[in-house]
């Protein structure tokens, strides 16, 4: 019976070590974080500014390049770039010198990112750099360094202790790194005015193209809109909704407008011997909520969600369009 809770007990503790490791590499790099914001209302903001208006000003595409670790988290600061308004990809330090430097042109701004500064591998790319004055952009946490003397702007990253108890293994660097490359690709995107509508262009796969769909991308339209003028009595706008088969039939008035819904859920809050006789007036939920055909999936679904509701009419002008159902939205990969 004591070695079961013997084992129970190391379990527990080093449990607990775990725990507490994963928190203190948690704070190291947050204390990362803190230390580069802070940084920014200092002296790296105005190297911040000169970065966005290198950039914005070039008439090519933004080369991000690094070794090791850095070289992962330029990778995805190009993909971040790219993917909002910064035509932007990654080139390897190694093969820029054995050719890839052709990919590179006098238009393009090279963003290099090393903590040192003294990546051996980048000294070809900062040579072809100031041969054909291209814009060079540093990030490094030495501005004494190679790079980040020879470079046209220098984001000098504040030091920290890396989140590794050896101070060895890139971690907190690396996060810092990154958090900065988001900070350039936000100030870009906000700069530039580039918008959900322009995001929705580069990003058509996956639940974020399906969710930066327009509402008249999935929407049902024509016949299949389940709809009955006022004055119509309850049998024939049940017989509508069975025969449309959304679960909802939409009241219009004389105008075409739509001015009310009538629901599954309205049938049985209002079952009674004569429901079929009454009136669509009489029951109908008045104004009901609907989306424009311009508005995008995402947010007919935070409707639907919201309003514990599985269909929503789309109207223009007042007048349905379409009608879109959380089917749909399950069926282009949304919900």
């Known amino acids: ?19 507490e490791s994963a928190v ?3 704070k190291a790099e947050a204390g990362g974080i803190t230390a580069l914001t802070a940084a920014l209302h200092n002296g790296l903001g105005q190297s911040f500014i000169a970065a966005v208006d290198l950039i914005r000003a070039a008439k090519g595409r933004v080369i991000v390049t690094g070794m090791g670790k850095s070289g992962h988290v330029a ?11 910064t035509p932007a990809f990654f080139v390897h330090p190694s093969e820029a010198s054995h050719g890839d430097l052709g990919m590179i042109t006098p238009d393009d701004v090279i963003m290099a990112l090393s903590w040192s500064g003294e990546t051996a591998e980048l000294k070809n790319l900062i040579d072809y750099s100031r041969r054909f004055r291209i814009g060079l952009v540093a990030m490094t946490a030495d501005a004494a360094s190679t790079l980040g003397k020879a470079a046209d702007v220098a984001l000098v990253l504040p030091q920290a202790r890396e989140a590794c108890p050896h101070n060895l293994a890139p971690t ?8 900065l490359g988001d900070a350039l690709a936000i100030g870009l995107l906000e700069s530039r005015g580039f918008t959900a509508v322009e995001f929705s262009m580069l990003h058509p796969g996956g639940r974020l193209g399906a969710l930066l769909k327009l509402a008249r991308d999935v929407m049902h339209g024509g016949d299949s809109i389940p709809l009955v003028r006022l004055g119509t009595k309850m049998s024939a ?4 909704m069975s025969a449309k088969r959304f679960g ?12 009310g819904i009538i629901t599954d859920g309205d049938l ?31 947010e007919a679904l935070e409707l639907l969600n919201s309003m514990k509701i599985t269909a929503l009419f ?7 369009v379409g009608l879109v159902h959380i089917h749909d939205l399950l069926r282009v990969g949304a919900a």
Do not use: N, W, Y
């Open 1 to 19: 019976m004591t070695k079961p809770s013997l084992r129970a007990s190391e379990s527990t503790g080093r449990g607990q070590s775990l725990i």
């Open 24 to 26: 203190r590499t948690l």
């Open 75 to 85: 990778r995805k600061i190009a993909a971040t770039l790219a993917s909002t308004g």
């Open 172 to 179: 907190t660097s690396s996060l810092m790194q990154l958090a």
């Open 237 to 240: 706008a049940v017989v509508e």
């Open 248 to 259: 909802c039939v939409g009241i219009v008035d004389t105008e075409g407008k739509l001015v």
């Open 268 to 298: 049985r809050r209002h079952m009674r011997a004569d429901l079929l006789d009454a009136l669509v007036d009489k029951v109908m939920t008045r104004a009901p909520k609907t989306v424009g055909p311009e508005q995008f999936v995402s």
């Open 314 to 320: 789309v109207v223009e002008g007042g007048r349905p």
